[in-house]
């Protein structure tokens, strides 16, 4: 992709959607914190059945810890991993309490020392919930970013830095959202449907799919 392609392929991923957010539930920073430490190599649709049930019972990490690890296990027990997620969980929220006064922290660095909490983590949660222009790549990202020749990269913090320095700043904040859904919804793996992509235009994939 040209540089001055990429200006006009997020200006018309933004108008489709202008305001992009999670697909992940979450009403307070921790409550976002816990649902992307339990999603990774889990679908959004999962996690947001199993935290419906959680949340409502136990949303700080106080109460994760009240719970106890057995009591954490049954709520997120339809979740891929589960067990070390739990243990993972219930480790953070120790740390939270212990270190943070039960607060999120907002910095990278305090987000990382988190059990289970990686750097696609700490960039879903700095971005989200404070806002900062971070990229967390995910496989549809990585996919999408290679694709269409927007920051390829043979790894996601190769594609993460790409990023950084080709997306527009006026985009910077919204656009892993962008493209997040334009990976799980048009830009799909096996075969994307580049017959009704509306940023076609702008990739470099040269097999496009022309329809069903």
Not at 11 to 30: D, G, I
Not at 35 to 45: C, G, I, N, P, Y
Not at 50 to 59: S, Y
Not at 157 to 163: C, F, G, H, I, P
Request: with cysteine.
């Amino acid at each position: 992709m040209k540089k001055d392609q990429i200006e006009p392929f997020f200006a018309t991923l933004k108008a489709a959607n202008p305001q992009p957010n999670t697909e992940l539930e979450y009403t307070s920073v921790f409550e976002l914190l816990a649902a992307v430490l339990l999603s990774a190599q889990a679908t959004d649709v999962g996690v947001n059945k199993a935290t419906r049930k959680l949340f409502p019972v136990a949303n700080t990490p106080q109460a994760i810890l009240d719970l106890g690890l057995a009591g954490l296990e049954n709520y997120v027990k339809t979740i891929g991993l589960f067990r070390s997620k739990a243990k993972h969980l219930m480790e953070t929220c120790r740390i939270l309490v212990e270190q943070h006064g039960g607060i999120v922290p907002r910095t990278r660095e305090a987000l990382e020392a988190l059990p289970g909490v990686g750097r696609k983590t700490a960039n879903v949660v700095l971005n989200v919930a404070f806002g900062q222009p971070t990229m967390a790549v995910d496989t549809h990202i990585f996919r999408v970013s290679n694709r269409t020749g927007l920051a390829p990269g043979k790894n996601p913090l190769q594609v993460e830095l790409k990023l950084e320095k080709r997306v527009p700043a006026q985009y910077a904040v919204d656009s892993h959202h962008w493209l997040i859904l334009h990976g799980r919804y048009v830009c799909m793996a096996r075969k994307p449907l580049c017959f009704k992509c509306a940023v076609s235009q702008y990739c470099d994939f040269k097999p496009k799919t022309l329809s069903e």
